[in-house]
Antibody, heavy 119, light 109 residues
Framework: EVQLVESGGGLVQPGRSLRLSCTAS????????MSWVRQAPGKGLEWVGF??????????EYAASVKGRFTISRDDSKSIAYLQMNSLKTEDTAVYYC??????????WGQGTLVTVSS | SYVLTQPPSVSVAPGQTARITCGGN??????VHWYQQKPGQAPVLVVY???DRPSGIPERFSGSNSGNTATLTISRVEAGDEADYYC????????????FGTGTKVTVL
């Protein structure tokens, strides 16, 4: 059974940093790209970024709204994907979901972790 | 950037058919995927590649895509189908590689 478990969310002040983790199980983690998707309170879904598998270079892509502030990485030996968030803004407040990519869609989602950016 | 437009809400009586549209410029040339999100839960994939269903998703859920509109159809609607539904496409020319629709709240009367 595929499982994705996010952790690391919480309350953080504007301008500070936070790192989220996504621990995966139930599939060969290294074979798949992984994404982060967020959802602001009462709003819709927004793709944040993804990291390709090592077979495709392990490179990353980001939404314009977070490019230069957020960084996605992966540790295939531990089956963990990370989202490093720097220079956080109040508008980054959201539930952050980790997803497993299947080509151009998301076939599994974690339960999400809430990030609140507030002074 | 590429924009996907959905109606904010759709209401349907139990046993009837709900149709949720997703409008986008020449969306028929793209693969469309649909997610169901119940309150307080993570989204779940219900249709991918326009009309395919993941294992475990009832046959009541079906999809189509042509021209400028993709449609998710829920037949014989049940109370448990009440949720938000989002369409999604891949658009590498956009500032969001993965683009989500605005979302539709399905209410079962």
């Amino acid at each position: 059974e595929v499982q994705l478990v996010e952790s690391g969310g919480g309350l953080v002040q504007p301008g500070r940093s936070l790192r989220l983790s996504c621990t995966a199980s139930g599939f060969t983690f290294g074979d798949y790209a992984m994404s982060w998707v967020r959802q602001a309170p009462g709003k819709g879904l927004e793709w944040v970024g993804f990291i390709r598998s090592k077979a495709y270079g392990g490179t990353t892509e980001y939404a314009a709204s977070v490019k230069g502030r957020f960084t996605i990485s992966r540790d295939d030996s531990k089956s963990i994907a990370y989202l490093q968030m720097n220079s956080l803004k109040t508008e980054d407040t959201a539930v952050y979901y980790c997803t497993k990519n299947k080509r151009i869609h998301f076939d599994y989602w974690g339960q999400g972790t809430l990030v609140t950016v507030s002074s | 950037s590429y924009v996907l437009t959905q109606p904010p809400s759709v209401s349907v009586a139990p046993g009837q058919t709900a149709r949720i549209t997703c409008g986008g410029n020449n969306i028929g040339s793209k693969s469309v995927h649909w997610y169901q999100q119940k309150p307080g839960q993570a989204p779940v994939l219900v249709v991918y590649d326009d009309s395919d269903r993941p294992s475990g998703i009832p046959e009541r859920f079906s999809g189509s895509n042509s021209g400028n509109t993709a449609t998710l159809t829920i037949s014989r609607v049940e109370a448990g189908d009440e949720a938000d539904y989002y369409c999604q496409v891949w658009d590498s020319s956009s500032d969001h590689f993965y683009v989500f629709g605005t979302g539709t709240k399905v209410t079962v009367l």
